[in-house]
């Protein structure tokens, strides 16, 4: 089946660095590429859309300067936190639609990746 | 708005049935995804629902009526591993999935 593989899996960081988050397709092309977070125990929030080759869609009172997203190829998109602070711990999740409508429509994701700023 | 409605636990004993509802209210409607997130894990996918009725996939099951803005998810011959939270995500008119904090599933020896 389709799937999104996503690196790292957790990270830990010092306040003020940037962390990437990387998230393949590897047996399919992810045109759109979604990024979550979640915090505990809360729903997953979307924060912005990828498209190939475009400039990414943002969610309102997401940072398109602190969440930098590149989607440069049908099989990588890519989410760099800027500047992290502790508030910006969370699990990102990345997830792209597969198939056409029928048996096998839906969204894969990724593993997720735990950031913890400190 | 957009809305999503679950309970927020439910509780339930290994080898048993349970049934975890969920109501909806979107602007449009483009189908529906049950996801199962163990802690600390990504969703996983368990059923897609665009037509009213019910789907049956081995164990688990899930229903749809469109018109109620409701649907359920059938667990059956529950086993632990099954302690998860559950997440109901109805796709709205841009096809954009509109998530609920889903329903914590407590399984019971």
């Known amino acids: 089946g389709a799937v999104v593989s996503q690196h790292p899996s957790w990270v830990i960081c010092k306040s003020g660095t940037s962390v990437k988050i990387e998230c393949r397709s590897l047996?399919?092309?992810?045109?759109?590429m979604f990024w979550y977070r979640q915090f505990p125990k809360q729903s997953l929030m979307l924060m912005a859309t990828?498209?190939?080759?475009?400039?990414?869609?943002?969610e309102q009172g997401v940072e398109k300067d602190k969440f930098l997203i590149n989607h440069a190829s049908l099989t990588l998109s890519t989410l760099t936190v800027t500047s992290a602070h502790p508030e910006d711990s969370s699990f990102y999740i990345c997830?792209?639609?597969?198939?056409?409508?029928?048996?096998?429509?839906?969204?894969?994701f990724g593993s997720g990746t735990r950031l913890t700023v400190v | 708005g957009q809305n999503i409605d679950q309970p927020t636990e439910m509780t339930a004993t290994e080898g048993a049935i349970v049934q975890i509802n969920c109501t909806y209210q979107t602007s449009g409607f483009n189908g529906l995804f049950w996801y199962q997130q163990h802690a600390g894990e990504a969703p996983t996918f368990l059923s897609y629902n665009v037509l009213d009725g019910l789907e049956e996939k081995g164990r688990f099951s899930s229903f749809l009526s469109r018109s109620k803005g409701y649907s359920y998810l059938l667990l059956k011959e529950l086993q632990m591993k099954d302690s998860a939270s559950y997440l109901c995500?109805?796709?709205?008119?841009?096809?954009?999935?509109?998530w609920g904090a889903g329903t914590k599933l407590i399984i019971k020896p």
């Open positions: 990828s498209n190939e080759g475009s400039k990414a869609t943002y």
């Open positions: 997830s792209a639609r597969v198939g056409d409508r029928g048996p096998n429509y839906g969204y894969t």
């Open positions: 047996d399919f092309q992810a045109t759109t």
């Open positions: 995500a109805p796709m709205d008119s841009n096809y954009q999935l509109i």
